[in-house]
């Protein structure tokens, strides 16, 4: 089967997004099927492009045994409201005119669009259009009810926005995204749409416990004494991510508990501003994937905080491979929401933003190295079980290979 991914955030990206489609284009090349990519630079979460990856306009990336073409796409030092919309916008002015121009040559019998951005679904409606092609649109975040949620759309544009949205998504043959939670929002704004769940998987060989301490804390310096609390990925303003220097901040006469913040993004400045003076916290970019499962496993403890009513708007790809690492999540979210659920039992879920229910938590945990055991045993079980790569894949192909090719 021929299938044509259209994607803002792609490999070689390290979280998120660029991680899950990456692994599914490659998995689909596997089991067969001949796969092309249209996408842009690797700029996420840094929201900055290295000097090798830089281009003119587009280019073709060789580095995949299938066809990956990247366009060039604007991309905010600080993005906001106004410059997100331009780095979408952007990115449809490039990525069309290459989706069209590939969908000519392959004549795909699927189009995916991954979203967001919203902004590659004309693209795909009119390749299906020209070609005949079955278009799937897979949501991984509810960017447009996000933004209305932090007041980054307001007024007659976030109405604008949702009716676009809506227009959009029900024209797509299929319809899937990551969690329950989501499928129901989904349904809500497309009735009876028939809506795929794949949860973002996660690789339970490569993320597993390891059978000592990880090497990593030696090169960190973090004695055998001390707990590890683990903060890894995108530094974004939808995390709410202040609420872990302010749990530092209460815990900063615990020698015994340190915190490290792992990963890159706009909030990166101002969490490193109310961190660093506190002496119990520390930084680190983003671990290449070699390192990953080590920085995970030199944890004692994860930390997942979102903003208060985001839990069932976009669900953290990272929340996967923390329970894999056999560690226990302390995650600060609405109780009643997806990530709650996969937490509970294998963790300790505090109300979002409360730092010192947080603290308490992170103590508590500190405090009882049985319970931390006994939680982490769980989540690497729940991970095992509910968001094995293969499992999730394999459902992904046997669903493509069911029908989903050309009406």
């Not at 980054?152 to 976030?158: C, D, F, H, N, P």
């Not at 903060?231 to 991510?241: E, P, R, Y």
Request: with cysteine; charged share 20%; net charge positive.
């Amino acid at each position: 089967m021929k299938i044509l991914i259209i994607v803002k955030n792609f490999w070689p990206e390290l979280t998120g997004i660029g991680v899950c489609t990456g692994d599914l284009a490659d998995w689909l090349h596997t089991c067969g099927h001949r796969v092309s990519v249209i996408t842009t630079v690797p700029h996420y979460p840094a929201w900055s492009v290295a000097d090798n990856e830089k281009i003119l306009l587009w280019r073709k990336d060789t580095r995949k045994p299938y066809r990956v073409m990247r366009g060039a796409t604007f991309i905010p030092k600080k993005p906001g409201a106004m410059s997100r919309v331009l780095n979408a916008l952007s990115f449809a002015a490039t990525a069309t005119p290459l989706a069209l121009l590939e969908a000519l040559r392959q004549k795909p019998d699927i189009v995916m669009a991954v979203v967001p951005t919203l902004m590659a679904v004309p693209a795909m409606h009119a390749i299906g259009a020209l070609t005949g092609a079955r278009s799937w649109i897979h949501v991984q975040d509810l960017e447009v009810d996000a933004a209305i949620e932090m007041k980054l759309l307001t007024g007659r544009v976030a109405r604008l926005a949702s009716t676009l949205e809506r227009w959009l998504l029900r024209r797509a043959g299929v319809l899937s995204t990551i969690s329950e939670k989501m499928a129901a929002r989904l349904a809500e704004k497309c009735p009876g749409a028939d809506i795929k769940v794949f949860p973002n998987w996660i690789d339970d060989v490569e993320i597993r416990p390891l059978a000592g301490p990880s090497p990593l804390r030696a090169k960190l310096k973090i004695a055998a004494q001390q707990k590890l609390v683990l903060f890894t990925g995108s530094l974004v303003a939808k995390q709410g991510l202040e609420i872990i220097p302010a749990a530092a901040r209460l815990l900063k006469d615990r020698s015994d508990i340190y915190f490290l913040v792992c990963g890159e993004g706009p909030l990166k400045e101002t969490i490193q501003q109310q961190g660093a003076p506190l002496g119990n916290m520390g930084f680190l970019p983003l671990q290449p994937r070699t390192e990953f499962n080590a920085l995970l496993n030199a944890a004692d403890i994860h930390l997942l905080p979102q903003l208060p009513n985001m839990s069932d708007l976009v669900m953290p790809s990272k929340l996967g491979p923390l329970l894999a690492s056999g560690r226990p999540v302390v995650a600060s979210v609405d109780a009643t929401g997806t990530v709650a659920r996969m937490v509970e039992g294998a963790g300790i879920i505090v109300p979002p933003g409360d730092a010192a229910a947080l603290a308490a938590a992170i103590a508590a945990l500190a405090d009882n190295p049985q319970k931390r055991r006994q939680l982490g045993e769980r989540a690497r079980a729940r991970a095992v079980e509910t968001l094995g790569r293969s499992r999730i894949l394999s459902q992904i192909d046997r669903m493509l290979s069911a029908g989903l090719g050309k009406p």
